[in-house]
C-alpha cells in the first residue's frame, strides 16, 4: 500500500480485493459501513482488469 497525500486528504493505494475486504470487515466489525471507509476510487488498470473479467 502507498499513501498518495493530497491537500486535507490522506488516500491509500491498494488492491481492488483489499479495498472490498476492508468494506466487508468494516460492515462485520461496525454494524455499518462509513463512508471514508466505502469510499474507492478506481484506477485505469483496475478498470481495464474489471472488464476483462469473467462475469
Do not use: C, Y
Not at 486535507?8 to 468494516?26: C, N, P, S, T
Amino acid at each position: 500500500m502507498k499513501n498518495i497525500l493530497l491537500p486535507e486528504l490522506a488516500w491509500v493505494q491498494m488492491r481492488l480485493d483489499l479495498a472490498l475486504k476492508r468494506i466487508e470487515l468494516g460492515q462485520k466489525h461496525l454494524g455499518w459501513t462509513p463512508e471514508w471507509l466505502s469510499e474507492i476510487f478506481l484506477t485505469e488498470k483496475q478498470v481495464k482488469e474489471l472488464k476483462s473479467s469473467p462475469k
